[in-house]
């Protein structure tokens, strides 16, 4: 006994409205609306990577479509159709008859985008031997996924390839082939099939087992083009898109280039040259903001160092121990600033800059050439939990504190060293 949905699709994939018997009508567990089971149907459910149909049964939005074991299942929406009345699913009976309409704008991309696979996988599969081993196609740029390795240039090659074909505007056919057939035939299949195996043939291109609907003729898939591409899984995994889907792209890319230009001021030709140029300019400034920062930080530490009346190098280092806060810079400046602050001051130095704008986080580095700091940094921890480390002539880390508070610390370490 076959309780199979018939695939109406399989028949006509242009077909867009139907009349069906309900089998079976379940509710969905989570109360958003009902599974409907009909005798048969045009909606193509999820399989083989392709997302399902989308569309409508007595106006009722369809928001899923799953098949097991040849029974095929439509998830109707308790609101979002068309029609208000798409309450709780009532409506729907065992025995009672249905009309349904499935998203052709959505199918219609889908047959664009499937088709281009069976195309670009028939010439990968003559030309490398390599198979589509996962196919992922939803609303938006499809991916492929081949088993083996294909350059950049050959991609390419293969686009321009896939573009001759669908502008020779090849047929393609679909049927069930016989068991003499398949026995005598050679074709792509992505996972082995029990059961009536459909063929899909693209003229002198590609011969695949597939059970999805495509175009008629390869000139209907508009175009093919290539997205983007990755090393995947020891091979290539290829992004694409095809026809209407294509369109969409390069619209969307129009419009972002638009906006670019618009945004900079440019035309979208010297778009590459302004962006490059303010990339430039903006390593310039960060190289400025440094020198800036260490010229301030140096100013600083003079002005230190003169309240003990070392001006100049040949006054030597200042005898003691020195504390600095600096405003906040990048903590690479760190080591610059304790160097210059060895360099006029005998005992510990001690720079501590902002970690963020809170002004309660802190970066430090201590530091005595030949001397030990560790005390300073044990004292840190156990006041404020100070996370850090180094050798003990040279302790770094960060710490959580109220600036008086922790100034107060420092400054009484620096007395006693
Ligand atoms: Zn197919």
């Known amino acids: 006994m076959n309780n199979d949905t018939v695939k109406w699709y399989d028949g006509d ?16 567990s989570d109360g958003t609306g009902v599974w409907l089971t009909l005798d048969g149907t045009l909606f193509f459910p999820e399989e083989g990577g392709q997302s399902p149909d989308r569309g409508t049964i007595d106006g009722c939005a369809v928001t899923d479509v799953q098949i097991t ?10 609101t979002g159709g068309e029609d208000t009345s798409c309450d709780d699913g009532s409506r729907f009976s065992a025995g009672s008859r249905v009309h349904g309409r499935i998203d052709w704008e959505y199918r219609y991309r889908n047959m664009q985008m499937h088709t281009g696979e069976h195309i670009f996988s028939g010439l990968v599969h003559s030309i490398f031997g390599y198979d589509n081993v996962g196919f992922h196609l939803s609303d938006r740029t499809a991916t492929m996924d081949y088993n083996g390795k294909i350059s950049e240039e050959q991609l390419l090659e293969l686009e321009e390839r896939a573009n001759r074909v669908i502008t020779d505007n090849r047929e393609v056919n679909a049927w069930y082939a016989s068991e003499e057939e398949l026995a005598r035939m050679s074709y792509r299949s992505k996972k082995v099939i029990d059961g009536a195996v459909r063929l899909v043939e693209i003229d002198g291109v590609d011969l695949c087992a597939c059970c999805a609907p495509h175009v008629r003729k390869t000139g209907e898939v508009g175009c093919f083009k290539l997205i983007g591409w990755e ?16 369109m969409e792209d390069y619209g969307e890319r129009i419009a972002l280039l638009t906006k670019l230009s618009q945004l900079l001021s440019v035309k979208t030709d010297d778009l590459l040259a302004t962006v490059e140029k303010l990339q430039e300019e903006r390593k310039r400034l960060a190289y400025e903001l440094v020198a800036k920062d260490r010229a301030i930080a140096c100013s ?44 006029r001051f005998a005992g510990v130095v001690c720079a501590v800059i902002p970690a963020d704008d809170t002004l309660t986080v802190w970066r430090y580095l201590i530091e005595r050439d030949g001397g030990d700091v560790s005390v300073w940094q044990q004292t840190l921890r156990e006041r404020f939990g100070a996370k850090g480390g180094g050798p003990k002539n040279s302790v770094q880390g960060s710490v959580t504190a109220a600036e008086p508070a922790l100034r107060e610390v420092l400054e009484a370490l620096a007395r006693e060293a």
């Not at 994939?13 to 969905?28: C, I, M, Q, S």
């Not at 074991?69 to 308790?78: C, E, L, N, P, T």
């Not at 090393?231 to 294509?246: I, M, Q």
Request: aromatic share 10%.
């Open 13 to 28: 994939a242009y077909a867009t409205e139907f009349d069906a018997t309900v089998l079976a009508v379940e509710e969905v």
């Open 69 to 78: 074991d040849g029974v095929i299942r439509h998830k109707v929406a308790s």
């Open 231 to 246: 090393n995947y899984k020891g091979g290539v995994r290829v992004s694409y898109r095809c026809g209407f889907r294509a």
């Open 300 to 343: 600083r530490i003079e002005e230190a160092a003169a309240a003990y009346g070392v001006s100049t190098e040949a006054d030597g280092r200042a005898p003691v121990s020195c504390v600095l806060f600096f405003d906040k810079v990048d903590v690479s400046l760190l080591r610059y600033i304790t160097d210059e602050m060895k360099a």
